[in-house]
């Protein structure tokens, strides 16, 4: 069985602050992870993704996530908030290896302050 | 290439009746894959689609139902509609060689009335 905890539904940062969203995943064979970002009555676009390669893993739009394997984590950051980032971010997981289901987050809604 | 689509984008329906929703995958895709997705429940798996055959399926009652056509598109439709159908229905295609990464259409926005 897979899983993925976000944590946090709502994140409110201030322009120009550090952005970081958090996912923790449970996953019994090495997992494939995903960050999907969503804007208002859009579908989910791709922002980085890792599949066993290198573990620190760079993005679109200057967000980037790391996997560390110890903590179960799969963090989504970027250093400075800007008020296009404003949209809901979902965590993705899935098994690697094959065919396997995609399983999704619950997503959270991040907020940018000017 | 282009994106994948979805029609119609909007939708509004009345209780009881029926509806089918179209999804054309990214040129090459094999796989579609359905999501509905509320404010309450979040994003939810429907099922997947692979080469014609249904391949995994969600948690979801006997009124919900899918097929794939030889060229990868795929339609899915909900039957005796009921107010709690509202959601916005997404459809993602996805490749082996991408890692199964999913792309997504823009959505089906259905309200039932």
């Known amino acids: 069985a897979q899983s993925v905890t976000q944590l946090g539904s709502h994140v409110s940062v201030s322009e120009g602050a550090l952005v970081l969203l958090r996912c923790n995943y449970s996953?019994?064979?090495?997992?494939?992870l995903f960050w999907y970002v969503q804007y208002p009555n859009q579908g989910l676009q791709l922002l980085l993704k890792?599949?066993?390669?290198?573990?620190l893993v760079k993005g679109i739009n200057g967000f980037e996530a790391e996997f560390k394997k110890s903590e179960t984590s799969f963090h989504l950051t970027k250093p400075s908030a800007h008020m296009s980032d404003a949209a809901e971010y979902f965590c993705?997981?899935?098994?690697?290896?094959?065919?396997?289901?995609?399983?999704f987050g619950t997503g959270t809604k991040l907020q940018v302050i000017p | 290439k282009a994106g994948v689509t979805q029609t119609p984008r909007y939708l509004i329906k009345t209780r009881g009746q029926q509806v089918t929703l179209s999804c054309s995958p990214i040129?090459?895709?094999?796989?579609v894959s359905w999501y509905q997705q509320t404010p309450g429940q979040g994003l939810q798996f429907l099922f997947e689609?692979?080469?014609?055959?249904?391949?995994n399926k969600g948690n979801f009652p006997g009124r919900f139902s899918g097929r794939q056509f030889s060229n990868s598109r795929s339609e899915m439709n909900v039957s005796t509609l009921e107010l709690g159908d509202s959601a916005l229905y997404l459809c993602?295609?996805?490749?082996?060689?991408?890692?199964?990464?999913?792309?997504f259409g823009p959505g089906t926005r259905l309200t039932v009335l």
């Open positions: 993602a295609s996805s490749s082996v060689e991408r890692d199964n990464e999913q792309f």
């Open positions: 996953s019994s064979v090495p997992p494939y």
């Open positions: 890792y599949t066993s390669a290198a573990t």
């Open positions: 993705a997981v899935r098994r690697a290896g094959g065919y396997q289901k995609v399983t």
């Open positions: 040129s090459g895709h094999r796989s």
């Open positions: 689609y692979f080469s014609e055959t249904q391949r």
